[in-house]
């Protein structure tokens, strides 16, 4: 039966700016965090301690969830820094093409000098963590990716060199336990921020892409005029998955992974056809920077006050986190990996999406219905946080379509979003599309899960 609860879908041709923090509110915030970093620098010898107490709540927090869970599922080590610097090797391999100045990952391309570059960053923030003995080095070195992606976003927006970069103080790792998110946990006295991403979470943004990816049903042009092009048509995709039960399969056996069994991961060792790549490789590039972008975001937020935000001001910060990982994820999505800003929202709107589709999960398999997602005292719902997302782009960039060649988006600083901007209805069903994929999926898989808690089935002991 499907759910009367509101989707994205709703909202794709809307024009609106979050009710939480006010245009001017955002711009300042927004201004004071960005508008005040440089390039990141190895941190002074001061800050080894401090360095190293964050670490260590880090590693706390690893070991801690996964005491005594018989599903956690990587062998303990006392470091897996060698080993993460060795798969981020083995990930970003590229080779290079005719052009000196340009690589080749797959069917991706890069410009030389700024992949190099992001690379080093990448091993540098490796050392800088040195991942401890419950860490998932695999995931691990994807988030470092993502971390290095973000921080070479950050001198587009710079304005006061002088200003010590708040991005060397962040650590982040990946946590095995009965929750799918991220976190950040900030520490005022030293100016450090840990964020924790669920490895549940990162597994579930990678399995609902292939799914959503599956059911467009990417293929071959027969001109050959593109890599591959895919069903767009949402009539088309639903007629398409009441007979293909392969993705709806996928999102189920990924939930009851994780809730049934502890996770030990339902799929493993997949081949991804060829002409599935240009979709799902951006798709989750971009959900996961942008997950990564906004536990920075919380990093960047430690000193503001947010008591005198005009609205809401327990929801403020993570309205405040979303406006900066939606920029920084739009700006890296640009200048790194020539992605258009459809395809970097599109990703951040995904994330929220598989977050909004895990609780409704939660719900189901824990109470036997779905509860409505309305938020909580700290953050708002994900719908009115996708919604955010579309109208602080239009606030801080600027770009025009004219049917010619992918247009390149320029920040500003403003006030407001303009009334006539070039990111319009059709490039914001763009941005929703993948999340309303996903969502047309929902209704069988909560059938699923409902026969579970009708059977009385008994959860991982992990979720309590």
Request: hydrophobic share 40%; proline share 7%.
């Amino acid at each position: 039966m499907r759910s009367s609860q509101p989707d994205f879908r709703h909202a794709a041709s809307t024009h609106v700016r979050a009710p939480i923090c006010s245009d001017v509110t955002r711009r300042r915030m927004l201004g004071c965090c960005l508008g005040a970093v440089t390039m990141s620098k190895a941190d002074p010898p001061s800050a080894t301690k401090e360095l190293a107490e964050a670490r260590e709540f880090l590693r706390k927090r690893q070991a801690q969830a996964a005491e005594g869970a018989p599903g956690f599922p990587y062998r303990r080590q006392e470091s897996t820094t060698e080993e993460a610097l060795a798969i981020l090797r083995e990930q970003r391999r590229f080779v290079p093409t005719n052009d000196p100045d340009i690589v080749r990952r797959g069917i991706f391309r890069f410009d030389r000098k700024p992949e190099e570059e992001r690379i080093r960053r990448t091993e540098e923030f490796i050392r800088r963590v040195q991942p401890g003995p419950f860490e998932d080095p695999n995931y691990f070195a994807l988030l470092a990716y993502q971390a290095a992606s973000i921080e070479m976003a950050l001198p587009q927006f710079q304005r006061q060199p002088q200003v010590k970069d708040p991005f060397s103080r962040i650590i982040l790792g990946t946590v095995h336990g009965g929750e799918v998110n991220a976190f950040a946990q900030a520490f005022p006295r030293t100016g450090y921020t840990v964020v924790l991403v669920q490895s549940g979470l990162i597994d579930f943004v990678y399995q609902s892409a292939k799914a959503v990816v599956e059911a467009i049903n990417p293929f071959r042009t027969p001109d050959k005029s593109a890599l591959s092009t895919a069903n767009m048509d949402m009539d088309r995709i639903r007629a398409e998955l009441k007979v293909n039960e392969a993705p709806v399969n996928r999102v189920y056996r990924t939930l009851e992974s994780y809730f049934f069994k502890g996770y030990p991961r339902a799929f493993a060792n997949e081949t991804v056809a060829d002409e599935q790549v240009p979709f799902l490789g951006g798709l989750i590039w971009m959900a996961e920077r942008w997950i990564t972008a906004h536990e920075y975001g919380h990093g960047l937020a430690l000193p503001i006050d947010f008591s005198k935000a005009p609205y809401n001001a327990n929801q403020a910060e993570e309205y405040f986190a979303d406006c900066a990982a939606t920029t920084l994820t739009v700006a890296s999505g640009w200048s790194l990996d020539h992605l258009p800003a459809e395809v970097s929202l599109a990703g951040a709107n995904f994330a929220l999406a598989c977050l909004k589709t895990c609780r409704r999960a939660k719900s189901v398999v824990t109470r036997g219905k779905e509860v409505r997602d309305e938020g909580n005292g700290s953050h708002p719902p994900n719908e009115l946080r996708a919604l955010q997302n579309i109208a602080s782009f239009r606030q801080f960039f600027d770009v025009q379509y004219d049917g010619g060649r992918v247009p390149e988006p320029t920040f500003v600083m403003r006030k407001k979003a303009p009334a006539q901007h070039g990111f319009g209805t059709e490039q914001s069903e763009r941005a929703y599309f993948f999340s309303n994929v996903l969502f047309e999926m929902w209704p069988a898989v909560k059938e699923r899960l409902t026969e579970q808690y009708r059977n009385k089935r008994q959860l991982h002991p992990m979720w309590g």
